[in-house]
C-alpha cells in the first residue's frame, strides 16, 4: 500500500519525524515499511515558463525556437517538442540546473542556435515510467517562475507499507495514522464526519433491501442530488495519484479516496438508472450475465451475491459494478452505497469470476460492519466541500448479523509469563488505552476495528510491539519438556531412507499434480483422477494415481542433461477417488528409479536389502508379463503376506522413448503401508555360537518356469532347528542340463547351540529336503 505522508498529518502531527525515522519506528511496532520516495528528488532550477512566440529552426525542420517568460525575464529554447504551442504552460529547467540521474543542464548551441534551457517531459521529471510524446503541458492558470517542485507537488514523501492480512484496520489512513500516533507518542485526532443536508426525505428517494442479511451484515446508504460532475481538485487527485490511484471525475474520486481513508469500499450508483429507485442485496441466478466496468461481460452463479435493482443486477457484491448504472457526465442524482459483505464470500466470488480488484482485496480481509457509517458520511462530507451537490437529510442503514464486540481476559502476569518480561499492569493499560483498547474489571474491551484479536495472546502480542521487542530481555528457555519422538511411520521412513541413501541412491521429492497425457506416454489406461478445479496450466491439473510417470519425468530430466547415472528413490502420495466420497484415498508409495551401470538384479538387490534393513524376511517374488508399462521379460511382482506389495523391473522400450530417456531404466513401485504392515523393527539378542557349523551344497534340476524362490520357501519351512543359513551360489542351463530345465545350487549352513552336529543328523535333514522338493517341484539330485 502506497500513501503520502502528508495525508496522515491530517489525523496525527508527525512533520517532525524524517521519512527514514519513520520507517524505522512503524516497522519495530509491527507496520513494515517497504520503502519511500522522496518526489522531486534530484531536481533543481526548474521551473514553470509560459511560451511567447515560437519560430522555425533556420537549419532543422524538426526543431523549433521558442521564446519563454520564465517571470524573472525571458530566455531562448530550441526544442523538437511536437506539442509545443504559444500560451503553453510548461516546465523548463534553467543553465545550471539538475534533474534525476544526476542529468545537468548548460546553456549551449543546437545546430547554430543558442538554447538557454530546456523543456521538460514526465519522463525527464521522473513522474511516469511510460514514454511520453511531448513534453508536459500545465494547467492554464499555473503561476509563471515557480519552481516545478511547488507548481506539481513535488515536495511529498511517498511511503510503501506491507500490510499483514489480519491487519484490515491497516489498510487505510486512519488506521496507519492511528499507528503512528502510537509508535511516536503524538496525539491522534479523528473526528466524526457530520455532513449537513438540504433537505428531503432519503426514504423518498430510495429504499434498500437486503435478502441475505448473513453474506451481507450491513448496507449504509445516502442520496446526493444536484450533481455536477467534472474534475477532482488538485489536492484531491495528488493524493489519490501518490496512492496509485487514477483520478477520473469528483465523484469516483470520492469514493476511492473513502477507501483509501477509512479503509472501506464504497461505490456510487446513477440513481436515475436503478430501477424502482431500489437496491436489492441478493444471490445471483445461475446463468445471469452482467457486465462489469471493465466492459466485459459476467457470467453468474446463484452462490454469488449481487446488487440488484428491482430489473437486473447493478454490481457484484464487494468486487465490481455494472455499466448499466456507473456515473456519467449527465449523471444528477446519485446513491452512496456503504456496505459490509462476508469475507469468504467475496473471495470465492472474485476468484471464481477472475476479477480481483482493490475493494475485493479489502473485503477478504473481513471488514468491520462498524465502518459504513462514518465512509459514506465522510463521503458526504467531501461533496458539500467540493461543491459538487447537495445530500438529502436522512441515511439509509439496514443492519443483519453483527458479531458482538470481542472481550478476553485481562490477565497481565499471564502476559508477562509470555512475553518473559515484569511489566506493571498499568504500564499494559496505558499501551492498551493508547490503542483505544478499553480495560474494565479484569476484561479487555477490544475495538471494533481489530477482527484479529481473539485471546490473551493475541492482548501479549499489543503489549509487546508497542513495548518494543528489543527491549524484551533475552533468557533461557525455561519449564518442564515432555518426552517426544517419531512415531511408528517417521520411523519407518528414516530407516528406510538410511537404508536407500547408504546404496547409493539420492532421495527426490515431485509434485502431486500431473499431466492427464501421462496415462497415453506410460502405455497405461487412463483411471479416474481427482481433477484440480484452478489449476495452474494443464500438465498439473489432476492429482497423481500412480508414482511412476514423476519418476521418470526426474529420470528424463537426469538424462538430457547428461547425467551418465542415477539413482534415486521418493516417499509420497498417490490419490485414488473413491465412489460416493468427496475426498480421495490418500495412499502413500515408495517409488525406486535408476539408469546407468545397473540391470534387474541391481534393482532387486536394493529392495531385498531395504526388506532386510526393517525386518521383512518373508515374500514371494513372481514374474509379471502383462503389464504395458514394463518389459515383459524383466519384470516381476512381489508379494508379502499372500497379498500384492511391489512392481520391479525394466522399463517397457517404447515408454523410455516416450520420455526420451535412450538408457536401460528400471523402476520399483512398493506399497508403503503394506511394506507398514509387514516390518518387524524389533532387535532379538542372540548369543555368539559356542559350536561349529558345518555346511552342504546342493544342485537340484527343476523346470525353467520355476522360480528359484520355491526352493528357497521349502528350504526354510523344513523342520528343523539346526538350519542356520541358506546362500543361493549358481544357476546353469547348457549342455549337461537337459532342455527345458535348469541347475540350480545352494549352500545350507547347519548348526546346534548345544552341540556340535553329526554328520547323520545333517544328512537327514537333508533327505527331508531333498525329498520336498522332489514332491513339490519335481526336482532331481544333479551328480
Known amino acids: 500500500m502506497k500513501i503520502a505522508l502528508s495525508w496522515l498529518n491530517d489525523y496525527t502531527d508527525i512533520k517532525d519525524i524524517s521519512p527514514k525515522e519513520f520507517a524505522h519506528g512503524m516497522t519495530m511496532t509491527g507496520t513494515m515499511v517497504e520503502g519511500y520516495t522522496q518526489m522531486g528528488e534530484g531536481i533543481s532550477k526548474v521551473v514553470t515558463c509560459k511560451i511567447t512566440g515560437i519560430e522555425k529552426h533556420p537549419d532543422a525542420d524538426k526543431l523549433v525556437v521558442c521564446q519563454v517568460d520564465i517571470g524573472s525575464g525571458n530566455i531562448q529554447v530550441v526544442t523538437a517538442a511536437p506539442n509545443v504551442f504559444v500560451g503553453a504552460i510548461v516546465p523548463v529547467a534553467l543553465d545550471g540546473s539538475e534533474l534525476p540521474g544526476g542529468i ?68 487505510s489512513v486512519i488506521g496507519l495514522a492511528r499507528e ?52 477532482s481538485p488538485k489536492w484531491l487527485a495528488d493524493r489519490l495519484n501518490a496512492s496509485g490511484v487514477r483520478s477520473i471525475n469528483n465523484i469516483v474520486d470520492i469514493t476511492n479516496y473513502i477507501m483509501l481513508e477509512y479503509g472501506q469500499p464504497m461505490h456510487a450508483f446513477d440513481l436515475s438508472h436503478v430501477e424502482g429507485n431500489k437496491i436489492i442485496v441478493r444471490h445471483a441466478e445461475d446463468g445471469e450475465v452482467m457486465k462489469t466496468l471493465d466492459g466485459q461481460d459476467r457470467q453468474l452463479s446463484s452462490e454469488m451475491l449481487v446488487i440488484a435493482d428491482e430489473a437486473r443486477a447493478v454490481a457484484v457484491a464487494g468486487v465490481m459494478g455494472a455499466e448499466n448504472s456507473e456515473v456519467e457526465e ?7 452505497e456503504s456496505a459490509n459483505f462476508d469475507a469468504a464470500s467475496v473471495r470465492r466470488t472474485a476468484k471464481k469470476l477472475g476479477l480481483r480488484t482493490e475493494s475485493s482485496a479489502r473485503y477478504e480481509k473481513g471488514l468491520n460492519p462498524e465502518i459504513t457509517m462514518g465512509a459514506v458520511n465522510r463521503a458526504c462530507q467531501l461533496v458539500q466541500e467540493l461543491g459538487c451537490g447537495e445530500v438529502i437529510d436522512g441515511i439509509i442503514d439496514v443492519k443483519g448479523n453483527i458479531a458482538p464486540q470481542v472481550v478476553v481476559d485481562f490477565e497481565p502476569e499471564k502476559i508477562n509469563g509470555i512475553l518473559g518480561t515484569d511489566l506493571t499492569e498499568e504500564y499494559m493499560i496505558e ?19 481489530r477482527n484479529d ?42 530407516i528406510i531412507r538410511k537404508s536407500l541413501t547408504a546404496q547409493g541412491l ?71 477417488p473413491v465412489q460416493g466420497e468427496p475426498l ?54 512381489i508379494s508379502l503376506r499372500k497379498r500384492p506389495a511391489a512392481t520391479i523391473g525394466r522399463i517397457h522400450p517404447t515408454v523410455q522413448e516416450n520420455y526420451e530417456i535412450d538408457a536401460p531404466s528400471y523402476v520399483a513401485v512398493i506399497d508403503f503401508d503394506m511394506v507398514m504392515e509387514c516390518k518387524n523393527l524389533k532387535s532379538k539378542y542372540k548369543s555368539l555360537p559356542k559350536f561349529p557349523a558345518t555346511s552342504r551344497d546342493i544342485a537340484v534340476l527343476i523346470e525353467d518356469s520355476i522360480p528359484v524362490r520355491k526352493i528357497e520357501d521349502i528350504i526354510s519351512k523344513t523342520k528343523t532347528d539346526i538350519i542356520e543359513g541358506y546362500k543361493f551360489f549358481d544357476v546353469y542351463k547348457g549342455a549337461q542340463v537337459k532342455e527345458g530345465y535348469k541347475s540350480v545350487a545352494y549352500s545350507i549352513s547347519f548348526r546346534a547351540s548345544d552341540r556340535t552336529l553329526t554328520d547323520t543328523e545333517v544328512n537327514e535333514v537333508m533327505n527331508k529336503i531333498m525329498a520336498e522338493l522332489k514332491q513339490k517341484l519335481n526336482a532331481e539330485l544333479r551328480d
Open 453 to 494: 484479536i481473539e485471546r490473551t495472546a493475541d492482548i501479549a502480542e499489543e503489549i509487546a510491539r508497542i513495548y518494543g521487542y528489543n527491549e524484551i530481555p533475552v533468557t533461557l528457555l525455561s519449564g518442564e519438556t515432555t518426552h517426544g519422538g517419531r512415531n511408528e511411520v517417521q520411523q519407518l521412513e528414516v
Open 506 to 576: 539420492n532421495e527426490i521429492t515431485t509434485y502431486s499434480f500431473v499431466d492427464p497425457h501421462e496415462y497415453d506416454k506410460l502405455l497405461m489406461e487412463k483411471p479416474q483422477v481427482v481433477t484440480i478445479r484452478n489449476p495452474l496450466g494443464e500438465e498439473r491439473s489432476i492429482m497423481r494415481t500412480n508414482t511412476i510417470g514423476s519418476m521418470l519425468d526426474t529420470l528424463s530430466l537426469n538424462y538430457n542433461h547428461r547425467n551418465s547415472s542415477a539413482w534415486l528413490f521418493e516417499i509420497g502420495k498417490v490419490y485414488l
Open 584 to 637: 480421495p484415498q490418500e495412499k502413500k508409495m515408495l517409488t525406486i528409479g535408476m539408469y546407468g551401470d545397473c540391470d534387474f538384479y541391481d534393482l532387486k538387490g536394493v529392495v531385498e536389502n531395504m526388506f532386510e534393513a526393517i525386518g521383512i524376511n518373508a515374500y514371494d517374488i513372481m514374474p509379471l508379463q502383462d503389464n504395458a508399462t514394463f518389459h515383459p521379460g524383466q519384470t516381476a511382482h
Open 431 to 449: 499501551i492498551l488505552e493508547k490503542l483505544e483498547f478499553n480495560v474494565e474489571n479484569g476484561k479487555v474491551y477490544v475495538p471494533y476495528f
Open 330 to 336: 449527465t449523471t444528477t442524482t446519485i446513491l452512496f
Open 180 to 231: 503512528a500516533a502510537v509508535t511516536f507518542g503524538k496525539p491522534f485526532k479523528v473526528k466524526d464526519p457530520t455532513p449537513k443536508g438540504a433537505g428531503g426525505d432519503v426514504n423518498s428517494y430510495a429504499s434498500v433491501e437486503v435478502k441475505d442479511s448473513t453474506l451481507c451484515p450491513r448496507y449504509s446508504a445516502r442520496v446526493v442530488k444536484n450533481v455536477k460532475i467534472g474534475p
Open 104 to 171: 545537468k543542464i548548460k546553456k549551449r548551441q543546437m545546430r547554430g542556435v543558442d538554447t538557454e534551457g530546456m523543456f521538460c517531459s514526465v519522463n525527464e521529471l521522473n513522474l511516469d515510467d511510460e514514454p511520453a510524446t511531448g513534453i508536459l503541458i500545465l494547467d492554464e492558470n499555473t503561476p509563471v517562475g515557480i519552481d516545478i517542485k511547488e507548481a506539481l507537488n513535488l515536495n511529498e514523501c511517498i511511503v510503501e507499507l506491507e500490510i499483514t492480512s489480519n491487519r484490515c484496520d491497516c489498510l
